[in-house]
């Protein structure tokens, strides 16, 4: 069984920093992009940033410069490092594995975590 759980989420400052964790199993983790979207209340998802087999990241323009994203190919874990968070970064974080062929969409979605950026 597939399975995506993220982690990590919660109530922060406006300037401050997480780490949203991406722990998944029942697939080949090594072999597929790992992505991460947001969805803000009564919005659709938006895609944040996606990590490659080979390692080679790519970010939205709107968290460019401020989030990273990395993958553990050990412990099957990806990680989105949100720097100097901003008030329209709130939203539900999903991270959703990639198929075969990488312009495929997503297959299998995580339950989510909630990011909150407020004072």
């Known amino acids: 069984e597939v399975r995506l759980v993220e982690s990590g989420g919660g109530l922060v400052q406006p300037g401050c920093s997480l780490r949203l964790s991406c722990s998944s199993s029942?697939?080949?983790?090594?072999?597929?992009?790992i992505n991460w979207f947001r969805q803000a209340p009564g919005k659709g998802p938006e895609w944040v940033s996606v990590?490659?087999?080979?390692?080679?990241?790519y970010i939205s323009d709107s968290v460019k410069g401020r989030f990273t994203i990395s993958r553990d190919n050990v412990y099957n874990t990806v990680y989105l490092q949100m720097n100097i968070v901003k008030p329209e970064d709130t939203g539900m974080y999903y991270c959703?594995?990639?198929?075969?062929?990488?312009?495929?969409?997503?297959?299998?979605w995580g339950k989510g975590t909630q990011v909150t950026v407020s004072s």
């Open positions: 959703a594995k990639g198929q075969e062929r990488f312009y495929d969409p997503m297959d299998y």
């Open positions: 029942g697939f080949t983790f090594g072999a597929y992009e």
């Open positions: 990590i490659a087999v080979d390692g080679t990241t």
